[in-house]
């Protein structure tokens, strides 16, 4: 189907700033070498079971 609107998304300066606070915790949190996002994952899986 072809779209009704054409016009660009356009996201607000409250939305482009938490895009931005979510990829920076994502580079922290996945650089930090003894609890790397992985072991978080991992972590929240042992304890959920």
Known sequence: DAPLDHS???????MR???GVNAFAV???GLL???GLMGLCLSAI????
């Open 8 to 14: 660009p998304i356009v996201a607000g300066q409250a």
């Open 17 to 19: 700033t938490l895009h």
């Open 27 to 29: 580079l922290l949190i």
């Open 33 to 35: 070498p003894g609890a």
């Open 46 to 49: 042992q304890k959920s079971l």
